[in-house]
């Protein structure tokens, strides 16, 4: 089965990310796929990685993070996320 690895850069998401990951759920679960997803914390300033990690604890063989020291950008967070996707597609 094909692997998808679902690639979110985060920068103060802490609200967004609990309604995010059942929302797409939802929809990964329609699909023929194995999924991952790889959550990269942008420097947040407020609870964002506190989210994550309740997250990967729910769910620590298919959701994964990874956090900056500081705020590089997005861009920096997509780049991240690719280096450590498994996925044979990644979004």
């Given at each position: 089965?094909p692997k998808l690895?679902?690639?979110?850069?985060?920068?103060?998401?802490?609200?967004?990310?609990?309604?995010?990951?059942?929302?797409?759920?939802?929809v990964v679960k329609?699909?023929?796929?194995?999924?991952?997803?790889?959550?990269?914390?942008?420097?947040?300033?407020?609870?964002?990685?506190?989210?994550?990690?309740?997250?990967?604890?729910?769910?620590?063989?298919?959701?994964?993070?990874?956090?900056?020291s500081r705020n590089?950008?997005?861009?920096?967070?997509?780049?991240?996320?690719?280096?450590?996707?498994?996925?044979?597609?990644?979004?």
């Amino acid at each position: 089965m094909p692997k998808l690895s679902i690639v979110v850069p985060c920068y103060n998401e802490e609200e967004t990310i609990p309604l995010f990951y059942p929302a797409v759920e939802k929809v990964v679960k329609q699909m023929p796929v194995e999924t991952e997803y790889w959550f990269v914390n942008d420097g947040s300033s407020d609870d964002t990685l506190a989210e994550l990690r309740k997250l990967h604890a729910q769910d620590p063989e298919r959701v994964h993070y990874v956090s900056f020291s500081r705020n590089f950008g997005k861009e920096a967070g997509l780049y991240a996320g690719l280096q450590v996707a498994t996925g044979d597609y990644v979004v």
